[in-house]
């Protein structure tokens, strides 16, 4: 049980580029990226990671204040084990990623055949329509928002998140987090781009 920086940071970032790939908020971002502008939908993916990462990096440092550190170790071996055979057996056994492709971009489809009905509205809708928007979206573009959301929800539960807190609970909790940011931050950019 290392609380190395360094450790920490490597076995993060390793970790994080080995389950983001071909994850479904990979498809929803590549999706996003080819229909919106780029520079919104990338900020929303890495803002998203980045909270969920800093957030799933301090439920694992308080994992141990509630469960015996060596537990958390062994849950944490264990973990990585269940995830390396399930990564395995994905990669084996199922088409998983033109599933996951297909159920991504029928869920955009859909969302983008209700806004084009929409559009024949008039001007003046509109402008009212735009005095009367959400609160946040006075500030963010909704392309933001919405890469923001999808690539927020997607993560919870997710493979990297589940790994990021059993890292977290192991490791170095400041390597940790840099680690897995700059792991998201790579495969984002590099499905985007």
Known sequence: MGFSLLEGFAKSLAMTILSEIGDNTFFAAAILAMRHPRSHVLAGCLVSLIITTILSAALGYAAPNLVPRELT????????????????????????????????????????????????????????????????????????????????????????????IGLAADENPFGVVLGGILGQALCTVHKLY
Request: hydrophobic share 35%; glycine share 6%; no cysteine.
């Open 73 to 164: 170790h062994h849950i944490t071996t264990l973990l990585f084990f269940a995830f390396g055979i399930w990564s395995l057996w994905e990669g084996f056994t199922e088409d998983g990623d033109d599933d996951e492709l297909a159920e991504v971009e029928a869920k955009l489809n859909a969302d983008s055949k209700g806004k084009s009905r929409n559009k024949e509205n008039s001007k003046d809708d509109d402008d009212l329509k735009k005095s009367k928007r959400p609160f946040l979206t006075q500030f963010f573009s909704p392309i933001f928002i919405k890469a923001f959301s999808i690539t927020f929800f997607g993560e919870w539960g997710d493979r990297s998140q589940i790994a990021t």
